[in-house]
């Protein structure tokens, strides 16, 4: 299934994080907590101002970025687990 975001909202996949501390310490699934860094995999056209002209936005697919620990709304499309934010929940791109 295709999927695109209206506006100025992002499709993020979360990267995961480190299942072992720098000790080797394996971090159960109950402990962890979810990772604020992911893949853009899809941004929408950008928002339109008071001129009805659209600004195009920041983030493109592929960017690493870093979020809010409750931003988006969690959605699931085809068998992956994905965020749906706006672009304003991002924090910055990772270089």
Same mark, same amino acid.
């Given at each position: $299934?295709?999927? @695109? =975001?209206?506006?100025? @909202?992002?499709?993020? @996949? @979360? /990267?995961?994080?480190?299942?072992?501390?720098?000790?080797?310490? +394996?971090? =159960?699934?109950?402990?962890? !907590?979810? =990772?604020?860094?992911?893949?853009?995999?899809?941004?929408? =056209?950008?928002? %339109?101002?008071?001129? *009805? &002209? /659209?600004?195009?936005? !920041?983030?493109?697919?592929?960017? %690493?970025?870093?979020? #809010?620990?409750? *931003?988006?709304?969690?959605?699931?499309?085809? #068998? &992956?687990?994905?965020? +749906? $934010?706006?672009? *304003?929940? +991002?924090?910055? +791109?990772?270089?």
């Amino acid at each position: $299934m295709k999927f @695109r =975001p209206l506006h100025d @909202r992002v499709v993020v @996949r @979360r /990267i995961e994080g480190e299942e072992k501390t720098n000790g080797g310490i +394996i971090i =159960p699934d109950t402990v962890k !907590e979810k =990772p604020q860094e992911g893949e853009v995999v899809a941004a929408g =056209p950008g928002v %339109r101002d008071e001129a *009805s &002209q /659209i600004i195009a936005l !920041e983030v493109k697919a592929g960017d %690493r970025v870093l979020f #809010g620990k409750w *931003s988006g709304t969690e959605v699931k499309i085809d #068998g &992956q687990d994905l965020l +749906i $934010m706006k672009e *304003s929940d +991002i924090l910055g +791109i990772v270089a």
